[in-house]
C-alpha cells in the first residue's frame, strides 16, 4: 500500500517524463497522472515491478470537476500542465483557458479538498519579460513585465497571482527557465518562434532531467516533515554558471549536433532585436545548495543528445547552403516568424519585436556587421558576475524578512508609483494582506509577500488580452528601470490580443 499520493498534471511533456521516471520507481508512491486521453498512455507510462501504484485520471483542465476528482485525497499536487509557445502564439484564447484557468481550477480543487496538499505550481521565466546585456542577471522580486503579445507569459502571470493570493496551506511556486529536452532540435523546426529570441538575449538552460531531479527531491524532503521553511514562496529554477550563454551561442551549439554552422545557415536579420524573455538568475544557486540537482550543463547535455540519436549525424554530411535552404529559409515564411511578420504588414508585431519597420530594416543580414555581445571582451567577466547591476525592488532587500515593516512596504509601492492603504502590519508578517492603490487608483489586497518577494503589482492596470507596459513604466519606475533597456521613453503603445494574431 503507498504511503503518498501525489496528483501531476503535464506528465505527457518532457519534464513530466522525467519526473515520472523518478516517482515510477518507488513503491512508497501512488502516481495519480491527469491525461487527456488515455489511448496508448499504458505503453508510455508502464507500471513498474516494486514500483509506484499508477492510475490515470482522464479530464480536461478546463473542467472544474475533473481537476477536483484528480485531486481528492492527494498528499501532493504537482502542477506542470501548460500550453505553451508556439501553440500559445497561434492559441491565445486556450493558452489562457489552460494556463489561468487550469491553474485556478486545480488551485480551487486543493482548497476544497480541506487545504491539506502540498501545491506545487510550475511558473516560467516568462513573466520577467526582456532581457539584455544592460541587465542580464536578475532575481525573484524583479519586476515582472511580460513581452508584447506573449499570452503565454501573461496568462501564466495571472495563474502564478491567483496562487498566491488564494491562501493555500502550503505552497512552492517555481519559475522554469528555459529547458534542454530530447526533441528540441526538431521542434524548433515546426515553428517559427525560435526566430523569437534576439542574439543577445542572456539565458540560462536546464535541463528536463535536472529540474526533474529538484521536484523529487524537493516532495520527498517535504513529505518527510523537513524543509518547512521552503514554502510559501517563490524560487527560481535555472542550470547555474554551466547553463548560461548569449542566444547567438544556444542557436550555434544545438544546431552544431546536426553540422550547422550557425553563421552560415541563419541571417541575423532574422531573429528579433527584443520583446522575448530569460535571463541569468542570481537565485538560482538557492536550491541547488539545498538539493545539489545539477548534473549537465550545456556541453554534456549536447553530447549526451548526439550519443542518444546517431542519425543526427546523417545531416553533417549535407552543404550548408542545403541545409539552410531545406530547414531554415522555409520557416520564415511560417505565421509565427518575425521575417513572415516584416513582409506581411504585420506592423503591431514588428513594432513590438523591433521597434518598429526602421529599426527592423537597420538589421544587417550580414554576420560581420552584427554585433554580438558574446564576441566582446567583457563577455566572460559579465558571465562571472563581475559588475553585476541588479534591480532595485524599492525597498532594502538585505533587511532579513522578521525585519521587515509597514515603511519597507510603503516604501516599496512608492517605488511602483503607487501607496499602501493600510495603516498597520505586524513586523516581518508577509502573509496578512494588506491594501494597495496603484497609480491608477485602483484599490487592491495583496499580501507584502506577493509584492515585495514576488514582483507582482496590480492585475486591473493588466487587464487580460491587453499589453500596456510602455504606457505604465512612464509611471512605475519599478517597471521602467528595465523596460528602458529596449524600449524608447516615447513609446506608449498598448497592444490587444486581437490585433494581428497569429493565423
Same mark, same amino acid.
Given at each position: 500500500?503507498?504511503?503518498?499520493?501525489?496528483?501531476?498534471?503535464?506528465?505527457?511533456?518532457?519534464?513530466?517524463?522525467?519526473?515520472?521516471?523518478?516517482?515510477?520507481?518507488?513503491?512508497?508512491?501512488?502516481?495519480?497522472?491527469?491525461?487527456?486521453?488515455?489511448?496508448?498512455?499504458?505503453?508510455?507510462?508502464?507500471?513498474?515491478?516494486?514500483?509506484?501504484?499508477?492510475?490515470?485520471?482522464?479530464?480536461?483542465?478546463?473542467?472544474?470537476?475533473?481537476?477536483?476528482?484528480?485531486?481528492?485525497?492527494?498528499?501532493?499536487?504537482?502542477?506542470?500542465?501548460?500550453?505553451?509557445?508556439?501553440?500559445?502564439?497561434?492559441?491565445?484564447?486556450?493558452?489562457?483557458?489552460?494556463?489561468?484557468?487550469?491553474?485556478?481550477?486545480?488551485?480551487?480543487?486543493?482548497?476544497?479538498?480541506?487545504?491539506?496538499?502540498?501545491?506545487?505550481?510550475?511558473?516560467?521565466?516568462?513573466?520577467?519579460?526582456?532581457?539584455?546585456?544592460?541587465?542580464?542577471?536578475?532575481?525573484?522580486?524583479?519586476?515582472?513585465?511580460?513581452?508584447?503579445?506573449?499570452?503565454?507569459?501573461?496568462?501564466?502571470?495571472?495563474?502564478?497571482?491567483?496562487?498566491?493570493?488564494?491562501?493555500?496551506?502550503?505552497?512552492?511556486?517555481?519559475?522554469?527557465?528555459?529547458?534542454?529536452?530530447?526533441?528540441?532540435?526538431?521542434?524548433?523546426?515546426?515553428?517559427?518562434?525560435?526566430?523569437?529570441?534576439?542574439?543577445?538575449?542572456?539565458?540560462?538552460?536546464?535541463?528536463?532531467?535536472?529540474?526533474?531531479?529538484?521536484?523529487?527531491?524537493?516532495?520527498?524532503?517535504?513529505?518527510?516533515?523537513?524543509?518547512?521553511?521552503?514554502?510559501?514562496?517563490?524560487?527560481?529554477?535555472?542550470?547555474?554558471?554551466?547553463?548560461?550563454?548569449?542566444?547567438?551561442?544556444?542557436?550555434?551549439?544545438?544546431?552544431?549536433?546536426?553540422?550547422?554552422?550557425?553563421?552560415?545557415?541563419?541571417?541575423?536579420?532574422?531573429?528579433?532585436?527584443?520583446?522575448?524573455?530569460?535571463?541569468?538568475?542570481?537565485?538560482?544557486?538557492?536550491?541547488?545548495?539545498?538539493?545539489?540537482?545539477?548534473?549537465?550543463?550545456?556541453?554534456?547535455?549536447?553530447?549526451?543528445?548526439?550519443?542518444?540519436?546517431?542519425?543526427?549525424?546523417?545531416?553533417?554530411?549535407?552543404?550548408?547552403?542545403?541545409?539552410?535552404?531545406?530547414?531554415?529559409?522555409?520557416?520564415?515564411?511560417?505565421?509565427?516568424?518575425?521575417?513572415?511578420?516584416?513582409?506581411?504588414?504585420?506592423?503591431?508585431?514588428?513594432?513590438?519585436?523591433?521597434?518598429?519597420?526602421?529599426?527592423?530594416?537597420?538589421?544587417?543580414?550580414?554576420?560581420?556587421?552584427?554585433?554580438?555581445?558574446?564576441?566582446?571582451?567583457?563577455?566572460?567577466?559579465?558571465?562571472?558576475?563581475?559588475?553585476? #547591476?541588479? +534591480?532595485?525592488? @524599492?525597498?532594502?532587500? !538585505?533587511?532579513? /524578512?522578521? =525585519?521587515?515593516?509597514?515603511?519597507?512596504?510603503?516604501? &516599496?509601492?512608492?517605488?511602483?508609483?503607487?501607496?499602501?492603504?493600510?495603516?498597520?502590519?505586524?513586523?516581518?508578517?508577509?502573509?496578512?494582506?494588506?491594501?494597495?492603490?496603484?497609480?491608477?487608483?485602483?484599490?487592491?489586497?495583496?499580501?507584502?509577500? #506577493?509584492? +515585495?518577494?514576488? @514582483?507582482?503589482?496590480? !492585475?486591473?492596470? /493588466?487587464? =487580460?488580452?491587453?499589453?500596456?507596459?510602455?504606457?505604465? &513604466?512612464?509611471?512605475?519606475?519599478?517597471?521602467?528601470?528595465?523596460?528602458?533597456?529596449?524600449?524608447?521613453?516615447?513609446?506608449?503603445?498598448?497592444?490587444?490580443?486581437?490585433?494581428?494574431?497569429?493565423?
Amino acid at each position: 500500500m503507498p504511503d503518498f499520493t501525489i496528483a501531476v498534471t503535464g506528465i505527457t511533456g518532457a519534464m513530466g517524463e522525467e519526473v515520472y521516471r523518478r516517482f515510477s520507481r518507488e513503491s512508497r508512491f501512488h502516481l495519480r497522472l491527469f491525461v487527456r486521453s488515455k489511448k496508448g498512455i499504458k505503453k508510455r507510462f508502464p507500471v513498474k515491478k516494486d514500483g509506484a501504484e499508477v492510475s490515470f485520471v482522464q479530464g480536461d483542465l478546463r473542467n472544474e470537476a475533473d481537476c477536483l476528482s484528480l485531486v481528492q485525497g492527494a498528499d501532493v499536487v504537482l502542477h506542470m500542465a501548460a500550453l505553451i509557445p508556439p501553440m500559445a502564439d497561434h492559441n491565445p484564447q486556450l493558452a489562457e483557458e489552460t494556463n489561468f484557468y487550469g491553474t485556478k481550477y486545480i488551485t480551487d480543487a486543493v482548497l476544497k479538498d480541506g487545504n491539506r496538499a502540498l501545491f506545487l505550481m510550475i511558473s516560467t521565466v516568462a513573466l520577467y519579460g526582456n532581457r539584455d546585456e544592460q541587465h542580464p542577471y536578475g532575481r525573484v522580486g524583479d519586476p515582472l513585465v511580460v513581452s508584447d503579445f506573449d499570452s503565454y507569459g501573461a496568462s501564466k502571470k495571472r495563474a502564478e497571482r491567483y496562487v498566491l493570493d488564494a491562501a493555500l496551506n502550503r505552497f512552492v511556486i517555481l519559475r522554469q527557465t528555459a529547458v534542454l529536452y530530447d526533441g528540441m532540435i526538431s521542434n524548433s523546426l515546426r515553428d517559427g518562434l525560435m526566430f523569437h529570441m534576439p542574439l543577445n538575449t542572456p539565458v540560462e538552460w536546464v535541463t528536463a532531467s535536472d529540474s526533474a531531479r529538484l521536484l523529487y527531491r524537493l516532495i520527498v524532503t517535504l513529505l518527510r516533515g523537513e524543509g518547512e521553511d521552503l514554502l510559501n514562496r517563490v524560487y527560481n529554477i535555472g542550470g547555474g554558471p554551466a547553463c548560461r550563454q548569449t542566444g547567438f551561442e544556444s542557436y550555434r551549439d544545438g544546431f552544431s549536433v546536426i553540422g550547422a554552422d550557425a553563421k552560415k545557415v541563419f541571417r541575423p536579420d532574422w531573429f528579433a532585436s527584443r520583446n522575448f524573455h530569460c535571463m541569468w538568475f542570481t537565485d538560482s544557486d538557492v536550491l541547488e545548495e539545498r538539493f545539489h540537482f545539477r548534473r549537465e550543463g550545456i556541453t554534456q547535455f549536447w553530447e549526451a543528445v548526439a550519443k542518444r540519436h546517431p542519425h543526427l549525424k546523417q545531416a553533417r554530411i549535407l552543404p550548408a547552403p542545403l541545409l539552410k535552404r531545406l530547414l531554415f529559409l522555409p520557416l520564415q515564411k511560417n505565421k509565427n516568424a518575425p521575417s513572415y511578420w516584416k513582409g506581411s504588414g504585420k506592423r503591431k508585431k514588428v513594432k513590438a519585436f523591433f521597434g518598429g519597420y526602421k529599426a527592423a530594416r537597420a538589421q544587417s543580414a550580414d554576420w560581420a556587421e552584427t554585433t554580438l555581445w558574446c564576441d566582446s571582451e567583457d563577455y566572460e567577466s559579465a558571465k562571472e558576475g563581475k559588475h553585476m #547591476t541588479l +534591480l532595485s525592488h @524599492g525597498y532594502d532587500t !538585505e533587511k532579513a /524578512e522578521a =525585519e521587515l515593516t509597514l515603511e519597507d512596504v510603503r516604501e &516599496a509601492a512608492a517605488f511602483r508609483g503607487g501607496s499602501c492603504l493600510s495603516c498597520e502590519m505586524q513586523q516581518g508578517d508577509l502573509y496578512t494582506k494588506l491594501s494597495f492603490r496603484c497609480h491608477e487608483g485602483h484599490v487592491f489586497a495583496a499580501s507584502p509577500y #506577493t509584492v +515585495l518577494k514576488a @514582483g507582482h503589482w496590480c !492585475e486591473a492596470c /493588466e487587464p =487580460e488580452g491587453v499589453w500596456r507596459m510602455g504606457v505604465l &513604466a512612464e509611471h512605475v519606475p519599478f517597471y521602467a528601470q528595465v523596460w528602458y533597456d529596449t524600449h524608447d521613453a516615447r513609446e506608449k503603445t498598448a497592444y490587444r490580443l486581437e490585433e494581428e494574431r497569429d493565423e
